[in-house]
C-alpha cells in the first residue's frame, strides 16, 4: 500500500503564489508518476499538471507559464509551484501517484485526500 498526503494549500490574494507538496510512503514500489488535479464542487476533476519518474512534465493550457512541477525521486515527494495566481485557480487540489509494486507490472493508482487552493476574487 501507498499513502499520500498533499499539503501547502491556503488562502491567497490574486496574483500571488502557493507552493504545493504530494509526499508518497509505503513500502516496497516504483514511483512512475505524480499528477496534480483539481476540482471545483459539482464539477468535474481536471489536470493540472504530471511529472514522471525521468522528469518528463506535462501542463494542463490554462496553468502553462504560471505554474511548475517538481519531483524529488528520493524523498517520492512532487511539488507545485504557483504563481500569479488567479480567482479560477480555486480548487481543491488532488494528487495522484502512480506506482509499480515489485513482482508485477500493473500500475496501481493512489490518491490523497486534496488540499484547499482559495484565490478571492
Known amino acids: 500500500q501507498v499513502q499520500v498526503a498533499e499539503s501547502g494549500g491556503g488562502l491567497v490574494q490574486a496574483g500571488g503564489s502557493l507552493r504545493l507538496s504530494c509526499a508518497a510512503s509505503?513500502?516496497?514500489?516504483?514511483?512512475?508518476?505524480m499528477t496534480w488535479y483539481r476540482q471545483v464542487p459539482g464539477k468535474q476533476r481536471d489536470m493540472v499538471a504530471s511529472?514522471?519518474?525521468?522528469?518528463?512534465?506535462n501542463y494542463a493550457d490554462s496553468v502553462k507559464g504560471r505554474f511548475t512541477i517538481s519531483l524529488d525521486n528520493v524523498k517520492k515527494t512532487a511539488h507545485l509551484q504557483m504563481n500569479s495566481l488567479k480567482p479560477e485557480d480555486t480548487a481543491v487540489y488532488l494528487c495522484?501517484?502512480?506506482?509499480?509494486?515489485?513482482?508485477?507490472?500493473?500500475?496501481?493508482?493512489?490518491w490523497g485526500r486534496g488540499t484547499q487552493v482559495t484565490v478571492p476574487s
Open positions: 509505503g513500502t516496497s514500489f516504483r514511483l512512475r508518476t
Open positions: 495522484r501517484t502512480d506506482v509499480v509494486h515489485p513482482g508485477n507490472n500493473y500500475m496501481n493508482v493512489y
Open positions: 511529472i514522471s519518474f525521468d522528469n518528463i512534465t
